[in-house]
RNA sequence: GGGGCGUUGGUCCAGCGGUUAAGACAGCGGGCUUUCAAUCCGCCAACAGGAGUUCAACUCUCCUACGCCCCGCCA
């Protein structure tokens, strides 16, 4: 089994080409057969080097790998369209020496004009196939004219049954297309082209893409028939949308991985997520290591609907696979984050810190916002928070008085904070609450956070005792 | 304009002729906490509409509506 996932290189990957690929994987590591990456990028004018690296690094990051591919090699390179060119040359060739493709001289702007005036009539727009029986002086003539022509197929009129592997029984009726264009008048090859060209070449066996590619595979049908070539399995996987139900668009927010990757998503949840997006088991089971994934994906599971992106979704599943990371590794992905923001401190406070917080943490782009008080000499006050509590008559004596209380306490551990702060409101005849909600916001400036006493172990008696005295200058 | 595909709560998704239509996210309420979070408990909320077929339809058929896609020298 051979499959593959052929991203065009005009953008960062989106989380709809991501799923694709995703499902490729899936599919060739459950079966153990081979995942191949091929880069289309044929479209010279949008395609950049740029976004291929980027394409890559993504898919990395992602934790899905392939085994033939650009820079990697494989038996049926080269993996890049732009450096197959002459292979598609000689494969139109064959067609025209066929008589199954034309040249055609008709003009960008006299198809345009055409298929404007049959909307206009009503009628469907698409190519007359008026070239498909120019004579050669009627070509010589187009030529001394300046027009580099295109070659286009020559489509056999009959229906077209594709069994796809996700929505069974599909037919489609060739008289109702026109002779598409396979060679663009540069040289180069159209997309409906290159990919039957490549997918025979590489022998692929299957095919999992995207729906918006259901229509074109009676066109890539005809191509693998006139060639002469094994057709593949199709399976074609539903689109993913935007909050509105329309296709995912920029104006929706973040669309790539990259961007969800900067958000501080972490990869696990993000392929997981992914991988419920149009799938199921009977179990409804949410949860899935990779291994889990690779042993129970099928597409006989896919959903045929299309299916909406839920950051809200997504962002929950984050949570979760954040709070299973040990400490050390999560603030060693938090680092960057730190960095950013110019915050930074010993690894040990840092661990400890995040021990803490843990649990509050959604994405690893919120970390130094939710932990900056541990790291700044002079922390931030909540306004509402000084306004609310600190102003409060009695907070002022309240501090100075278990200020003098703590300098006296020799272990600063949060059992023996609790012991003693517990006994010494107990004493003072004061209120748990009326004591605890001030001294939060003495020492971290906001009224919420961790446990009041293991966040005070942590920052140390040192820090305390200053933001208590910080504190008073407050109330 | 033609063609293709789709439609279960706000969202993801289970169900494959007979179910109180399940689970998850979100929302709401409550418990636990000094607060937030986490966690636990509970609540809200769906078969797009209409015709058939059938003893029985979310499940099968047809029509309508709506959405998405293709009809590009984009992929």
Redesign the pocket.
Known sequence: MRLRF???P?GYLHIGNARTALFNYLLAKKHRGKFILRI????????EKEFEKGIIEDLRWLGIDWDEGPEKGGDFGPYR?SERLKTYREFAERLLKQDKAYY?????GE??QR?KE??AR??????DNRCRNLTKNQGIEYKLEG????IRFKIPERMIEIN?L????????TR???D??IM???G?????F??VVDDILMRITTVIR???????TP?HIMLFEALKAKIPEFA?M??T?G?????LSKRHGATSVREYRRLGMLPEAFFNYLA?????????Q?LFTKEELIKEFSL???????????I??????N??YI?KKEPEELVRLSLPYLKEKGLGGEEDYLRKIIVLER????KLSEVPELIEYFLVEKIKFDPEAVEKVLKRPEVKEILTSLKQELENLSDFSAGSL?KTIRNWTKNKDLK??DV??P??VAITG??????????MEVLGKERVLKRLKGAERKC
């Open positions: 052929a991203p065009s005009t289309e990028d044929t479209d010279i004018a949008r395609s369209q055609c001289y008709c003009s960008k198809l345009e298929n049959l909307l009503g009628e469907s727009p698409r190519y027009r580099r022509p295109v796809d996700i929505r069974g029984k599909v037919s489609f009726d109702l297309m026109g598409f264009i663009k008048s540069d180069t090859p159209t997309f409906n290159a990919v995207g729906e918006d590619h259901l229509s074109n066109r074609h539903a689109m949308l909050p509105d139900g329309s296709r419920l997006l149009g799938w199921g088991t009977k179990e409804s949410e006989e599971r896919c959903k045929e609907g299309a299916a909406i992106f839920d809200e979704k997504l962002t929950w599943m949570g979760l709070r649990e509050r943490i959604k609790e748990t609450k605890f909600h001294l939060r906001r009224t919420v956070g961790p446990g009041l006493f293991e966040t």
